[in-house]
């Protein structure tokens, strides 16, 4: 799984810096990830399990990651709507996070495994795609244009 996973990564990346490159709006594009970046490492350093260095970049990762839609979501209520590509792909992402949630239930059902940090950081990247789930159900699984309420 961590193979398919590791692929699955190299192979997004590699999309969007070839095939979909044209698609990138840099006019619109104009969220300052230092708003994230910064106060998540802050965080790490405040809030992880051990204090070490491998140990805070994996909490620094995993706050991150929790945040690491909000560029893409400024963006599209900014323009208004997004491209079909585009929803699908953040539902696709999304998917990915929610399901996360069902792992750690199951994880501590049957382990007794409890990790908060990333049970709280996976709860706030769901929470933050809530919004994004209602508009692509309600639009595009409908076919149409996701286009935000004005």
């Not at 044209?22 to 970046?37: I, K, M, Q």
């Not at 051990?50 to 991150?64: A, N, R």
């Not at 208004?80 to 996070?97: C, D, K, N, P, Q």
Request: aromatic share 20%.
């Amino acid at each position: 799984m961590k193979v398919v996973y590791i692929a699955c990564s190299f192979t997004t990346v590699w999309m969007i810096y070839s095939k979909f490159k044209a698609t990138y709006d840099g006019n619109h594009d104009t969220f300052r990830v230092e708003f994230l970046v910064v106060p998540t490492a802050i965080l790490a350093f405040l809030v992880n399990h051990d204090f070490t260095p491998l140990e805070i970049l994996w909490t620094f990762s995993i706050y991150l990651e929790s945040v690491a839609i909000l560029p893409q979501l400024f963006m599209v209520s900014k323009t208004g709507e997004a491209e079909t590509i585009t929803s699908h792909y953040l539902f696709a992402l999304g998917v990915y996070r929610t399901l996360y949630l069902f792992n750690w239930i199951w994880r501590y059902q049957f382990e007794g495994f409890f990790d908060l940090i990333a049970i709280v950081a996976g709860l706030v990247q769901t929470v933050l795609y809530c919004d994004f789930f209602y508009l692509y159900i309600t639009k595009v699984l409908k076919g149409k244009k996701l286009s935000l309420p004005a």
